[in-house]
């Protein structure tokens, strides 16, 4: 008769100890959190009618009707907020191209980024919802009425009782895209013992560098769990650009999704560069198309010539070109020296600098640039990506890219090696889906 070895005997029942550790401490924060919850509602819905955010209070409290079958099979998709969103889209194409079989349920947390989703996975997804409110009795009806196959989560929403309602219904809980910021490390370290045992129900964590692998790890979480998978949102592709617009002979500026404020800001600083280097010219793509006949009046004030690209003016016989057409730009950074990524001297919070920085052309944004503070993070280690904090500062930063060859070519040069460190995420989530699915 065989013998058990001790070691076999003591691993056996220290996981069954922790484990009941586990089930005790989620117990306790299930009760106490939900007990808080209830509390702070009427006050949490007052400064949510008051700030405009109100919104999915049903969906949050998981009492909508969802178009899903008991025989459905489901992949839950989650980004919090707009950043997040925006990440996940070309992952949420190649998801379904990947698994066509499966529904694809998408959720998000705020008012913004719900209207995002509707607007970007309206043609994807199968379902665009709010994510329940963390209290027991939330997630356990939506995971019950969603009964996702795989749950992944974009960055780092570690909801402790959703988690745990992953946990005791078997669903693959994944963290995907993920990284900790310093301060958010900072806070989790005080909490060390409580998010080691939630970590516990994640199946595992794909970190976007060794950096957040190294922090999750330091907060507890399992070594066999993590990985690095690089960042989704650089997963992007060139788009096949032939556009002849004159620009052989010249140096473009582009001032890519413009608003209401920021194409003063552009004009005075290109009037100020111009008298220096001749050979510089100005695209302007407002956000909106409704602006264009204000951008118009705003040059016509100015010395400078314009043309429209919807009349296929060119720069030859114009200083000046607004893109007043659809679904052009993103090529378009394809023929400028560097770029101006608008959204961010108002309180927009940016738009993506990586539709420049994928052809190697450097980008250069104001301070509102919360939807890509992380990308900015990445950008702001090279030349690849600029945050000015003035209207000032951004003239020099750009002179400075015009009169400095070498500080531009090492800018271009950064933009490559940026893409060519990140790259291959998306294909690295889908692997990982294949292995369980």
């Known amino acids: ?3 058990i070895p001790l070691s076999t005997i003591k691993s056996f029942f220290i996981n069954i100890f922790c484990n009941i550790i586990n089930y005790e401490m989620m117990f306790l924060y299930g009760i106490i959190s939900s007990i808080v919850f209830y509390l702070s509602l009427p006050f949490y819905y007052a400064e949510r009618i008051i700030s405009g955010k109100s ?7 998981a009492k909508q009707n969802m178009p899903i079958n008991a025989d459905d099979k489901v992949i839950m ?20 191209t990947t698994f066509p079989d499966y529904k694809l349920a998408v959720t998000t947390g ?7 989703a509707h607007k970007k996975y309206a043609q994807i997804a199968d379902y665009i919802t709010y994510f329940p409110f963390d209290i027991p009795k939330c997630t356990d009806k939506f995971l019950t009425k969603l009964h996702p196959n795989v749950v992944l989560i974009a960055e780092t929403e570690l909801w402790p ?4 309602s992953c946990k005791k219904n078997n669903i693959p809980l994944f963290i995907i895209n993920g990284r900790i910021s310093d301060s958010t490390f900072t806070t989790y370290k005080l909490a060390k013992l409580f998010f080691k045992q939630v970590f516990k129900n994640f199946t595992a964590f794909l970190m976007q560098s060794k950096e957040d692998a190294d922090k999750i790890l330091t907060l507890g979480a399992n070594k066999d769990k993590i990985s690095v998978m690089g960042n989704l949102k650089f997963d992007i592709q060139r788009k096949e650009a032939d556009i002849d617009l004159g620009q052989k002979d010249y140096r ?13 800001i552009l004009l005075e600083v290109f009037k100020n560069l111009k008298k220096e280097f001749n050979d510089i010219k100005l695209l302007i793509a407002p ?17 400078y010539n314009y043309g429209l690209r ?3 003016n060119s720069f030859i016989e114009k200083d000046i070109i607004i893109l007043d057409t659809l679904g052009e730009l993103s090529k378009m950074y394809s023929i400028c020296t560097f770029a101006f990524i608008g959204g961010s001297f108002n309180n927009t919070g940016g738009h993506n600098p990586l539709e420049s920085v994928v052809y190697n052309k450097p980008a250069i944004s104001g301070p509102s640039i919360h939807n890509f503070k992380d990308i900015y993070e990445i950008l702001g280690r090279t030349n690849a990506g600029k945050v000015v904090k003035s209207a000032n500062e951004l003239g020099i930063y750009m002179k400075k890219l015009l009169s400095n060859k070498e500080f531009y070519a090492k800018a271009c040069k950064d933009c490559e090696s940026v893409f060519d460190a990140q790259k291959g995420a998306l294909d690295f989530v889908i692997q990982k889906l294949k292995s369980i699915l």
């Open 110 to 116: 705020t008012k913004t980024g719900q209207e995002i």
């Open 161 to 164: 009782n959703f988690a745990n």
């Open 77 to 96: 998709l989650h980004g919090v907020s707009v950043g997040e969103v925006i990440a996940l889209e070309n992952l949420a194409k190649q998801i379904k």
């Open 252 to 264: 473009v500026i582009i001032a890519g999704s413009t608003h209401k404020g920021e194409d003063e």
């Open 55 to 61: 919104a999915g209070w049903k969906e949050k409290f």
């Open 1 to 3: 008769m065989s013998i």
């Open 287 to 303: 956000r909106h198309l409704q602006r264009t006949s204000n951008v118009i009046e705003l040059i016509k004030s100015t010395e």
């Open 310 to 312: 919807s009349q296929n």
